[in-house]
T-cell receptor, first 109, second 115 residues
Framework: KNEVEQSPQNLTAQEGEFITINCSYS?????LHWLQQHPGGGIVSLFM???GKKKHGRLIATINIQEKHSSLHITASHPRDSAVYIC???????????FGTGTSLTVIP | KAGVTQTPRYLIKTRGQQVTLSCSPI?????VSWYQQTPGQGLQFLFE???????NKGNFPGRFSGRQFSNSRSEMNVSTLELGDSALYLC??????????????FGPGTRLTVT
């Protein structure tokens, strides 16, 4: 069992739809990161959060520490949102960095 | 501010050879982390350097090593290359990725192919 689990693995949406990607973790972590990876490999950090909710444009990230669960929401999805979304977390002991397997999102015009 | 740079961007090596990859962090960042990404295993943590010291290490064999210089630039070395080492190697820099307030900034990666 992976320390960080993501779902779904693949997601296809119509432009304009509301999208949710889920991340659950089983280890103690100091913060949770949401990353975006476009074809070609470049990774961009979208959010880093340890509690509550953060919003950036059409993207919203939430985390529930008690339930060890985080979600990434995309409102009014657009084809340029097509990418792989990865949740990641450094352990709270600071000696490991865990990654989810990624969610491949395709938004169709 | 210039972003994280990695060189080379692409590399082809033969089994048994060794390779050195370089990462230049964002100015002022003292932490550099290295990651391996393969289709089968996804992203995996290799090691992290902070102020020239290896602070954390993932579960990789000793063939994978690294170092960090006084200007925070980092290199990683893989000796006795195996076919399974073919991957995208990413580095990321941060003021300190283990503190909640500091994000990681990723470089474009080095795509290594071992034949």
């Amino acid at each position: 069992k992976n320390e960080v689990e993501q779902s779904p693995q693949n997601l296809t949406a119509q432009e304009g739809e509301f999208i949710t990607i889920n991340c659950s973790y089983s280890v103690g972590i100091s913060a949770l990161h949401w990353l975006q990876q476009h074809p070609g490999g470049g990774i961009v950090s979208l959010f880093m959060l340890s509690s509550g909710k953060k919003k950036h444009g059409r993207l919203i990230a939430t985390i529930n520490i008690q339930e060890k669960h985080s979600s990434l929401h995309i409102t009014a999805s657009h084809p340029r949102d097509s990418a792989v979304y990865i949740c990641a977390a450094p352990s709270n002991t600071g000696n490991q960095f865990y990654f989810g397997t990624g969610t491949s999102l395709t938004v169709i015009p | 501010k210039a972003g994280v740079t990695q060189t080379p961007r692409y590399l082809i090596k033969t089994r048994g050879q060794q390779v050195t990859l370089s990462c230049s962090p964002i100015s002022g960042h003292r932490s550099v982390s290295w990651y391996q990404q393969t289709p089968g295993q996804g992203l995996q943590f290799l090691f992290e350097y902070f102020s020239e010291t290896q602070r954390n290490k993932g579960n990789f064999p000793g063939r994978f090593s690294g170092r960090q210089f006084s200007n925070s630039r980092s290199e990683m070395n893989v000796s006795t290359l195996e076919l399974g080492d073919s991957a995208l190697y990413l580095c990321a820099s941060s003021l300190d990725p283990y503190l909640v307030t500091y994000e990681q900034y990723f470089g474009p990666g080095t795509r290594l192919t071992v034949t």
